[in-house]
């Protein structure tokens, strides 16, 4: 089966976006705007994300009117958007809007990713979420050389010790990469 992982950079101080819900923060980071080989699961078969970072994305990009760039992130991958809103789909992209549960979802992501993994992308509430369903087996953090003042936070649940097991701690370029698997409530 698949993995789930939530991937994501972060403020020192745990945030994933400033408080404009902009990431222009680690874009200035030496390697931020474009993250070295590793810094993010390129073989993921299927993304997924809140419909917050979808927006940004569309935005920051102008991907409507160059629906071209949405290549240059997605691929051709299959992107689950988790929302409530009605939003605009770049010319050519395979976006699936989901309403509701991440459990009720599920089924469709799984078969979407086949034998691949899937990518949360973000927020970190749609990983909390994850969580919640007991279906994220991994966490990878890119910690960035910045303190933000307020924003959206990496992962706005409580997740005790127990239920994380560091894989690795590395550094790349400027950032500390930090992968730890993710403890289902009932494992040993």
Do not use: C
Not at 80 to 101: H, I
């Amino acid at each position: 089966m698949a993995k789930i992982l939530f991937d994501t950079a972060t403020s020192l101080n745990g945030w994933i976006a400033d408080e404009d819900n902009s990431l222009d923060w680690l874009f200035a980071v030496d390697g931020g705007e474009h993250p070295d080989e590793g810094l993010f699961p390129s073989e993921a078969s299927v993304l997924v994300e809140g419909s917050t970072t979808y927006a940004w994305v569309l935005a920051q990009e102008d991907i409507l009117a160059h629906p071209e760039k949405w290549q240059n992130f997605h691929g051709d991958k299959p992107t689950f958007v988790f929302t409530t809103r009605d939003l605009p789909v770049p010319e050519g992209a395979d976006v699936r809007f989901v309403s509701g549960s991440v459990a009720d979802a599920l089924p469709a992501i799984r078969e979407a990713a086949g034998d691949g993994d899937v990518w949360v992308v973000g927020g970190g509430d749609l990983a909390g979420q994850f969580i919640d369903a007991g279906a994220l087996d991994e966490i990878a953090i890119s910690v960035a050389p910045v303190a933000l003042t307020g924003g959206a936070p990496l992962l706005p649940r409580r997740l005790e010790s127990d239920r994380l097991r560091l894989v690795s701690a590395t550094a790349v370029g400027q950032f500390a990469r930090l992968v730890y698997a993710v403890r289902s409530v009932d494992s040993d």
